[in-house]
């Protein structure tokens, strides 16, 4: 009793620190469920684009980059999306060119394209407060990954969800029946277990049968019962779910101690483009023309698919990192985990076109394969609409978990209070 005691201090603590936090992050990833479908309800000038009646086919990726080109000349076009859904803007993103006004400051701009006729649609810098309905959906993200704080929030919220992990742990924990706790029937457990027994039974059932009570919830025997049901069977209902986004979130936003603390626990993980060496100075030109990259990164992904044993079933991304002077080239095969993005990659020289390295998001380390998993359950990047439907739904139990357990908390503190 006096661990129970312990663990629910410990619970009570951690989740009055993390309660504001969880109530915004479950309430805003709702919303994020939906990202593309509420950003094109709010924007759709911006983000659809039909296409144009005997129009069979979109402009192609590099045809469209020159237009952007066209309209920001002192803007560096370093992303090109390859794919194009119907119906949707084609997305480029633009930084400033170095030795403009500004630039080292300047923020990364979203350009949203008409992909059947190549005209610049808009652009909005994602994550500001702006008083138009174009910069709602990236402000939510924003706000849900770092409290729109930039890095300070990243951090702060990499640390909530270190707690919330091991919250996680200590809540399960406290929903489990009492060891060695009496019966209402004056028997000492020895002796219903067993009585039990005599009776045909298994000593197990008793056990599951309190545990039971943890699942339950008692609507009609007053307010403070309902709440604290809800608050317990509804972290059971949804533990799995609470895990995971528990520590995917430690995945997104601090990383190094993730994978560290992976790597302890024997999942390797792969090597990154982050990992490669930077030259003294960027390089703001490739010295492969963008076509000739495309063809390379082509070649390169057709070399590992027949290596690796795998199928590419669309190519998502070409990328130029500048303080590396190496391309990415994105496909999503069947290896990936994400519907709507591809993570398999290959990274190559921008000049020789030698490869680099790759990365495979599923069977090359166990620790990537792991991650790949928990990053698309958060993000509700597969099983299409039924999975993003509920997504929404756990994330509204994560806030009202947040708000019954401060409610909780407030009754005992008013009880203690009294007593006293």
């Known amino acids: 009793m006096r661990l129970r005691s312990a663990v629910a201090s410990l619970h009570r603590w951690i989740g009055l620190s993390m309660a504001g936090f969880l109530l915004l992050a479950g309430l805003s990833g709702a919303l994020l469920a939906w990202y593309e479908e509420l950003d094109a309800l709010l924007s759709p000038a911006l983000l659809k684009a039909q296409p144009a009646p005997g129009t069979e086919q979109a402009l192609a990726p590099l045809a469209l980059r020159a237009q952007v080109e066209k309209s920001y000349p002192n803007k560096l076009v370093n992303h090109i999306p390859l794919s194009q859904a119907i119906g949707r803007s084609a997305v480029f993103y633009v930084v400033a060119r170095p030795g403009q006004p500004g630039a080292p400051e300047e923020p990364v701009l979203q350009v949203l394209v008409h992909p059947y006729t190549g005209q610049v649609l808009g652009d909005r810098v994602l994550g500001d407060i702006g008083f ?18 930039g890095t300070i929030g990243t951090v702060l919220l990499g640390a909530i969800a270190i707690l919330w992990t091991l919250d996680c742990f200590f809540g399960f924990w406290l929903t489990l029946p009492v060891a060695g706790r009496k019966a209402k029937s004056g028997l000492n457990p020895s002796h219903d277990a067993a009585m039990w ?11 599951l049968v309190k545990w039971k009570k943890s699942w339950l919830i008692r609507w009609h025997d007053g307010a403070y019962k309902r709440n604290f049901d809800l608050h317990r069977a509804g972290g059971l209902w949804i533990w799995p779910m609470l895990l995971v986004f528990a520590w ?53 992904m057709s070399e590992q698919a027949l290596a690796q044993g795998f199928t590419t079933e669309r190519e998502d991304l070409l990328y130029y990192d500048t303080r590396k002077a190496i391309f990415s080239y994105y496909v999503r095969t069947n290896l990936d985990v994400r519907e709507k993005v591809g993570r398999t990659h290959v990274v190559f020289d921008a000049n020789s076109g030698a490869l680099r390295s790759t990365w495979f998001p599923t069977g090359a380390a166990s620790g990537d394969t792991f991650t790949s998993w928990i990053t698309a359950l958060h993000i509700a990047g597969l099983w299409g609409r039924p999975f993003q439907i509920f997504v929404t739904l756990v994330g509204c139990l994560v806030a009202m978990l947040s708000f019954t357990g401060l409610v909780i908390w407030q009754k005992k503190r008013r009880l203690r209070n009294k007593a006293a």
Do not use: C
Request: hydrophobic share 40%; proline share 9%; net charge positive.
């Open 132 to 149: 138009d309905a174009k910069h709602v959906m990236p402000f939510v993200y924003r706000l849900h990954h770092s409290l729109a704080l």
């Open 197 to 207: 027994r005599a009776q045909g039974g298994s000593t197990r059932r008793p056990w």
């Open 248 to 300: 995917s979130s430690v995945a997104f936003n601090l990383s190094p101690i993730y994978q560290t603390a992976m790597k302890k626990s024997g999942l390797p993980f792969q090597g990154t483009a982050k990992s490669l060496p930077a030259p003294g100075s960027a390089q703001l030109e490739p010295g492969l023309d963008w076509n000739q990259a495309l063809t390379i990164g082509r070649k390169l």
